[in-house]
């Protein structure tokens, strides 16, 4: 069965503003590259942790799919306060942190081409815990 997020796929419209924003900014490593058989890099997998990444694809997003339901990717942080005073160094803008009404700390970031993305903390009161391992 279903046992968690393999990886979430975004089409971006500069793959080497991408690929700085979530390497150099986030801090995320990458795994390898998709090559055409031109020889030139069209994608690339970054690993963002445990068995979790984040693909990344060049197109046109004007072609995206009308109406996608789509709304955020969440990712967890281990330091809230940390990561945010980190990424905030690495210039990248994060809304003020909020505890969520699960009982979590969040934040916002937004990539280049506008993907929302939820910084995410758990506490001892999140109502996730009696699923977490």
Not at 43 to 72: C, M, N, W
Request: charged residues 25%.
């Amino acid at each position: 069965m279903i046992t968690g997020i393999a990886h979430v796929c975004y089409v971006v419209k500069d793959l080497d503003a991408s690929i700085a924003f979530y390497r150099d900014k986030l801090g995320l490593t990458p795994a390898f590259d998709f090559i055409n058989d031109k020889g030139e890099r069209f994608g690339i997998y970054l690993h963002v942790g445990g068995r979790t990444f984040i693909e990344l694809f060049v197109g046109d997003l004007a072609e995206r799919a009308p109406k996608q339901s789509y709304q955020h990717l969440c990712l967890e942080v281990d330091d809230f306060d940390a990561t945010v005073a980190e990424l905030r160094s690495r210039e990248v803008e994060v809304t003020n942190v909020n505890l969520g009404s699960d009982k979590s700390w969040q934040a916002w970031i937004t990539d280049p081409d506008g993907n929302r993305m939820e910084l995410h903390g758990y506490t001892p009161e999140s109502k996730q815990g009696p699923w977490l391992r």
